[in-house]
């Protein structure tokens, strides 16, 4: 079955839009999300003003991920304000359990957090950044602003700082990622202002980037709107990487977390033969498995 729309046929200037577009979505290995991909078009001009997202762009985008254009699917674009809350799923039955118990083992995820010396999580300025910073790291919590953060979600925060220091008791770092304009540089000290007066534990920030000079170390284009101001879209995916990765590798100790790995990988080894065990011997009787 062709899902393709044949009489989809856009404007000569949509489909500068939607091959510069698609051309943004080529240059990374993670799939972006629809307003990631809008801010790289603005940056490059083919879009005037933020309204245009909602305005134009959405609907655009829509069109050609519906009609199977070129190589736009449905799933081209990831949602990153939406997840879905699957619920009913499950195996069959109780041996079905049993068996895969018995073939896969257990999941084991262990925390590296007690043998760093900090704890740290990375917090940046838009939704749209989030896969990038999901693709370049593991096993720190991520926490992206939206802008400007809401009340409860800066209560959120506050919270979830004081829990990782009952958790670990170890110094908290925050490495915070945005742009390098005056709202970029302004959104952070007023929502971390809030945070800090409802956290009970204190923290460090370190603004990672965009910081001044990072526009000539990783020949970041103006925002050809606002001369001055740099836009972290702008910044090129290489560029993005070297910037995220040198910053938590002054912070976080990679060899304790390779060692945490391979606990999980011999922990699960080691439990697969008692699960296949396990499975081995269930007989399901009137609802029950025995143990």
Known sequence: MTYVNPDY??????????????????????????????????????????GDYRKKWVALSSTARKSFYKGWRPNT??????TATVRGDGFF?????????????????????????????????????WTQFAYYTERITLRPFG?????????????????????YGLPIVILYFGDLDEH?????????????????VDFDVVRCGLNP?????????????????YQWEALSDEGAKELITSSVAQYVDFSVLTGKVSQEARARAQFLPIGKVFADNQVYTRGKIPV
């Open 9 to 50: 046929n856009p404007s000569k200037k949509n489909k500068k839009i939607l091959d510069a577009a698609w051309s943004h979505i080529q240059s990374v290995p993670y799939k972006v999300s629809s307003r990631w991909l809008f801010y790289c078009l603005l940056q490059d001009g083919l879009y005037s003003t933020k």
């Open 77 to 82: 674009l990831t949602d990153d304000t939406r």
């Open 93 to 129: 039955t109780p041996q079905d359990w049993a068996r895969a118990l018995g073939k896969y083992g257990i999941t084991c995820s262990l925390s590296h957090w007690p043998q760093q010396k900090q704890y740290i999580e990375l917090w940046f300025e838009a939704n749209a950044m």
């Open 184 to 200: 970029g540089l302004s959104i952070p000290k007023n929502a971390i202002s809030d945070v800090r007066d409802w956290c009970d």
């Open 213 to 229: 000079g990072h526009e000539v170390k990783y020949n970041i284009p103006e925002n050809y709107k606002h001369p001055g101001a």
């Open 147 to 167: 802008g400007k953060p809401s009340i409860p979600y800066k209560w959120e925060m506050a919270k979830a700082l004081e829990d990782a220091y009952e958790t």
